[in-house]
């Protein structure tokens, strides 16, 4: 059971989330906020959220779309819920034991919020999209600092510790970037400029939480659990 929540889940919703986007992208009809005329998608006109549209912004359905990648944002709640199972692979240390738990409620939250972004596609309930958009990779931000301890106390190779560091480092500089840009509704170059750190810090996390499931299978080792 430990394997299937630290380990399996999370490889699974990782990998399950890079094919729907690629799939999403293949049948989005097209447009973009500042030009409903575009034909299909645009890695650098588009925003994921795009995908998960009812409607796409040239005003044409997008039901496939719409299921497939809003269904693989909804799953994001599972890898939530592997979060409250991985503080008791650092049970070995009363310290990190604890400061994992209080992380993994961080985690919990900012991947429930990842959650909320499908459930609340931006052109049915723009002003939660918004919210569950924005404070996703806020509640990370705590949840990645209190699990980059974690790991450094622990005996996992470092090179895990490394992995968690550039993820902190990315959302951290998203987080702070979302505060200080202005509105992709301005201007084109800030549509542009956002749609792509959007999908870097996207990727990043998704590349990151991948290989973090090695970390976790480690430690399962370590304390015979597998």
């Known amino acids: 059971m430990y394997k299937f929540w630290t380990v ?82 650092f049970k070995d240390d009363i310290l990190s034991f604890t400061i994992s738990i209080i992380g993994s409620v961080f985690l919990f939250l900012g991947t429930f919020f990842f959650a909320g972004v499908g459930l609340a596609p931006y052109d049915l309930y723009l002003d939660e999209h918004i919210f569950f958009a924005l404070n996703a990779f806020r509640l990370l931000v705590p949840g990645l600092v209190l699990y980059f301890f974690v790991l450094m106390r622990s005996n996992v190779s470092k090179k895990y510790l490394i992995m968690i560091f550039i993820l902190l480092f990315f959302t951290l500089s998203y987080v702070v970037y979302q505060i200080v840009s202005d509105s992709p509704l301005t201007s084109i170059e800030q549509m542009v400029e956002q749609a792509i750190i959007q999908k870097i810090i996207t990727f990043v996390n998704i590349i990151c939480m991948f290989f973090l499931s090695f970390a976790f299978s480690e430690r399962l080792k370590v304390i015979k659990l597998i």
């Open 8 to 89: 399996d889940v999370l490889r699974f919703v990782t990998i399950f989330f890079t094919i729907s986007v690629f799939i999403s992208t293949l049948f989005y009809p097209g447009g973009n906020i500042h030009d409903p005329l575009q034909e299909g998608y645009s890695i650098t006109h588009n925003f994921l959220s795009d995908l998960g549209g009812y409607r796409s912004h040239s005003g044409l359905p997008n039901l496939t779309s719409f299921l497939i990648f809003n269904f693989s944002m909804i799953l994001f709640i599972l890898v939530g819920i592997s979060f409250l199972f991985i503080p008791k692979l």
